[in-house]
Structure formats: structure tokens, C-alpha cells
């Protein structure tokens, strides 16, 4: 268990970041990665800021938004607004260059997840997709919403990310896997073996409790990503 009050920050103009590993200047020798997943950043950008144009190499990027719009831009021709609902998977692979950004005239901030995975071949030319899963999420259930047994692949073999939403108090069992990252990302649950769980708390299993995976109590309201790792 990982609270969220205990995550490293960093605060520049119109960004704050909270981190779940190791990121820049924050380095602890004892938590930077888990499983294939090294970054999990819940950023928050206020209207006209961002991330300008920026490089990255021989990584999985996906993205994931909690509330407004993310305007994506790289150098491979793809852009866009990325909103609530849907997933974004950008992978780097040899190399590109891309800007992430609040709209200047955006109504509010953007808060999104964004999580780096280490691809299983780093060199292969960069590509892009995205994808609106809100549909699939009506019902509550945890689905999956990128990489095995998804729409959008990941090129991170064994490494899915779940999601689920709870309009109403609700139980959701998690996938039985090897390796399982819980990340509230709003809302109030109480995960099975564990206990009581927030907004940014984050929990690792390495043992999901035996066929049916473990129980996650959601409250109304809530939203939590799931990853696991075969």
C-alpha cells in the first residue's frame, strides 16, 4: 500500500505531478518500476500549460483522462484532444517528439494518468492509436481497455490495463495474475486483504488471491486503473 499523501511532487507554472516511482529528481533506488510499468504520473495542467515539445525513445506511453482535455501533438502527424473515455497508446520506439497541453481557452484543467512501460523490442518505428472505451465502462465492470484481450494492443507482452467506474457503490473482482497494480484514481474503495483505499492511493500485489482475483469494494463516484503483468 502506497498512500497517496506520501508520493513524490513536482510543481512548475500551471502543472503539478505526483509520483508513483522514481521520476527526475526524485529518485528512490527501491521503487522504480514494477513489473514492465516505470511511471505512473497523475498530472494536473491548468489552461495554456503544459509540456512542450519533448523527446522520447524505446517506451510504451499510455494515457489516460480523469477530467477536461489533453491536446496531444507529435511529430509523427498525429494529434488531437484526448478526453475522459478514451485510452491513448503512443509508442516511441526509435524516437519522436510530441507536446501535451491545456487548451489556453479550456473551461478547466486537464487531470490525466499517464504511465511508461518498457516495450518488449524498443526498436521498432513509433506509432500511435486511441480509442473511446466509455461505452464499455457504462456497466461498472472492470474491463479491459489496452493490451491482451483489448482493442488497442500494447507493445509490452502480458501487460493490460483495466479500468472501472462506479456511478453507484459496487464490487469488482480483480484479474488473477502473477503481478497486479491497483490505482485509485478518484473516489473511495476497500480492496479485499488490504483494506481502505482513496484518491491516488495506490496498492502492488504480486499474489491477486487465488482464482477470481481478489474483491474491490468501489464507492459511488469511483474510478480506479488496474495493470497486471503475466
Same mark, same amino acid.
Given at each position: ?28 533506488p527501491a521503487n522504480v518500476s514494477f ?96 480509442? @473511446? #472505451?466509455?461505452?464499455?465502462? !457504462?456497466? $461498472?465492470?472492470?474491463?479491459?481497455? %489496452?493490451?491482451? =484481450? &483489448? ?50 492511493? @495506490? #496498492?502492488?500485489?504480486?499474489? !491477486?488471491? $487465488?482464482?477470481?482475483?481478489?474483491? %474491490?469494494?468501489? =464507492? &459511488? ?10
Open positions: 500500500m502506497r498512500r497517496a499523501a506520501d508520493r513524490a511532487s513536482t510543481e512548475t507554472a500551471g502543472r503539478r505531478t505526483h509520483h508513483a516511482f522514481s521520476f527526475g529528481s526524485h529518485y528512490d513489473g514492465a510499468l516505470q511511471v505512473l504520473n497523475d498530472d494536473t495542467v491548468a489552461p495554456g500549460h503544459g509540456y512542450p515539445e519533448h523527446p522520447h525513445v524505446g517506451t510504451e506511453i499510455v494515457t489516460w483522462v480523469l477530467d477536461g482535455g489533453l491536446r496531444h501533438a507529435d511529430t509523427t502527424g498525429h494529434g488531437g484532444l484526448v478526453v475522459p473515455g478514451q485510452v491513448q497508446r503512443l509508442s516511441s520506439g526509435t524516437g519522436i517528439r510530441h507536446t501535451e497541453t491545456c487548451d489556453a481557452g479550456a473551461a478547466r484543467s486537464v487531470r490525466f494518468v499517464q504511465m511508461w512501460l518498457r516495450p518488449d523490442d524498443p526498436d521498432l518505428p513509433p506509432s500511435y492509436a486511441t480509442r @473511446e #472505451v466509455g461505452d464499455d465502462l !457504462a456497466a $461498472g465492470d472492470l474491463v479491459p481497455v %489496452l493490451g491482451g =484481450g &483489448a482493442a488497442v494492443g500494447l507493445g509490452t507482452t502480458g501487460a493490460t490495463l483495466h479500468v472501472a467506474r462506479s456511478d453507484r457503490p459496487r464490487t469488482v473482482a480483480l484479474p488473477d495474475a502473477p503481478r497486479t497494480q491497483v490505482f485509485l484514481a478518484r473516489g473511495e474503495g476497500d480492496l479485499e486483504g488490504v483494506g481502505a483505499l482513496g484518491t491516488g492511493d @495506490e #496498492v502492488r500485489l504480486t499474489d !491477486a488471491g $487465488g482464482p477470481g482475483g481478489r474483491s %474491490l469494494r468501489l =464507492g &459511488a463516484g469511483a474510478e480506479v486503473l488496474v495493470w497486471t503483468f503475466a
